[in-house]
């Protein structure tokens, strides 16, 4: 059974500051693994995707990594903006023909502070 | 582009009362997942579609709960007779195909069974 586990389940920094969001997970046989942002009573905005071939990504000030073999991936966010405030979700998705489900850590919420 | 749409945004309703959850997906997205998302429990995965038919059920807790899609489009979530422990946010998402696309949610569903 996959477990996805983040850590620190909080993090709290001053405006500017650059960041790492770390994720891990037990099975190394994944499909891909997807970095996600919740804003309080919101649904989820995707900010990256990974595929298992693949071993980052990049959209602006943030920048996702993929180590298979550890099973751990880091969601990087340069230059921390108050706006950046809200909870990082990883998940993961195993590789199987019909399986749809991703498996999802319980988040990190990060507070920039201005 | 329009996201996804889910509806009733808010769901109160009576214990053994059965709730129907509604979820239009981005269009032309082919691929559409059902998840749960609850205090002590994160996000659970539920059920996922391609197309109208349903590969992956294995999410779904109880006979109580089912799902359906017509026209590749809408989907249907169902929870009959309702318990207290069915309170939570219901996610949906969708992606263009089940292969390597990221999933784009909706801002869920907040049920509550008193």
């Known amino acids: ?21 770390n994720c891990s ?25 990974i595929q298992s071939s693949q071993r980052e990504q ?15 991936s880091t969601l990087y966010i340069a230059a921390s903006q108050p706006g950046d405030s809200a909870t990082y ?8 023909t019909n399986a749809g489900k991703s498996t999802f850590g319980d988040g990190t919420t990060l507070t920039v502070k201005p | 582009g329009a996201g996804v749409s ?24 082919t691929a559409l997942y059902w998840y749960r998302q609850s205090l002590g429990q994160g996000l659970e995965f539920l059920i996922y579609f391609q197309g109208n038919s349903a590969p992956d059920k294995s999410g779904l807790p109880s006979d109580r709960f089912s799902a359906e899609r017509t026209g590749g489009s809408v989907s249907t979530l169902t929870i009959q007779r309702t ?21 784009h949610f909706g801002d869920g569903t907040r049920l509550s069974i008193l």
Not at chain 1, 27 to 34: F, K, M, R, V
Not at chain 1, 58 to 72: C, V
């Open chain 1, 89 to 96: 979700l990883c998940a993961v998705r195993l590789r199987n």
């Open chain 1, 25 to 49: 997970f037990t099975d190394s046989a994944i499909y891909n693994l997807q970095w996600f942002r919740q804003d309080p009573g919101k649904g989820l905005t995707s900010l990256l995707l």
């Open chain 1, 58 to 72: 990049t959209s602006g000030r943030l920048n996702a990594s993929l180590d298979k073999s550890s099973g751990r």
């Open chain 2, 6 to 29: 889910q509806s009733p945004s808010n769901k109160v309703t009576e214990k053994g009362k059965d709730v129907e959850l509604r979820c239009d997906p981005i269009s032309g997205h």
């Open chain 1, 1 to 21: 059974k996959q477990e996805v586990t983040q850590i620190p389940a909080a993090l709290s920094v001053p405006e500017g500051e650059n960041l790492v969001l």
């Open chain 2, 83 to 103: 318990q207290q422990e069915d309170s939570a946010v219901y996610l949906c998402a969708s992606s263009l195909s089940y292969s390597n696309q990221p999933q």
